[in-house]
């Protein structure tokens, strides 16, 4: 019995034919059947009911598939063990984060990483939050730096970075300018600068709001150009405290809302080694190094 004949086997089970088995494993469709033939008669059963329009599992197959898959994931798991003790994590690990970031950890994180693991190949994709999540989900991305409000989303791991208050931001000369406070039904009342839907401040407004539509008179795809918006008077900006800058902030009350700001990889595997590394890493070097501002 050969691992190769496991695989082909979870192939065709899985895709029902054997067509589309050969072009997941990437051989010829004659020798993906010549392979399940040489394990049915090792084993000296049937796995495969060919009858039919689409393929199924015999009762025995059927038996026998779980095993398979455990054999093949065994297999999987004993190789990236070994290239781990061995010093061996090689491969490509995929990065994401949120656009025009201003907070310097990933980069360091990623210079710290390259230094210990040259081979490694990292790719580095720019999108909003709720991108850089679904991308995290469904395993297009290992591991990225996303902001978003409330609680962590399902399906991920976080390491917080910041966790802030969001704040109307104005310039000199605007209504708000000296207040300490504004509610948000006072928010309501005004035309506001914000990032887009699907980025942590943006969702982290429409939280607070309550089910309300708030009056995003200007919007941008960064924070520079939401904080300029705000310089040259044209409103108050939603922001993070610690971007306020040259504004002055005002706090947003009834309710307070506030943002995160982490690292996010998903709580389920499989990840390979090159990933699992980089996430040991972001989890080493943040572990007391958390901005909260109150």
Sequence with gaps: MELRQLEYFVAVAE????????????????????????????????????SGRSVTVTDVG?????????????????????????????????????????????????????????DVEITLTEANSDALISSLLDGQLDFALIGYAGAVPDGLSVRVLADEPLVAAVAAGDPWYGRESVTVDELLTRGLICLPPGTGLRGALDAACGGRQPRIALEASAPPMVITLAQRGLGPAILASSMAGGLHAVRITDPS???????????SGPHSPAARALIRLAEEGTENDVTTDL
């Design 257 to 267: 809302p506030r943002g995160q700001l982490s690292f996010a990889w998903r709580t």
């Design 15 to 50: 895709e029902a034919s054997f067509t589309r088995a050969a072009e997941r494993v990437h051989v010829a469709q004659p020798g993906v059947s010549a392979q399940i033939r040489r394990l049915e008669r090792e084993l000296g059963h049937d796995l495969l009911d060919r």
């Design 62 to 118: 059927a038996a026998v598939l779980p095993l398979a898959r455990a054999a093949l994931l065994s297999v999987e798991s004993a190789r990236r063990t070994v290239e781990e003790m061995a010093g061996l994590v090689r491969g490509v690990v995929r990065v994401g984060m949120v656009v025009s970031c201003g907070i310097m950890d990933l980069p360091e994180l990623l210079s710290s990483f390259h230094a210990s693991y040259p």
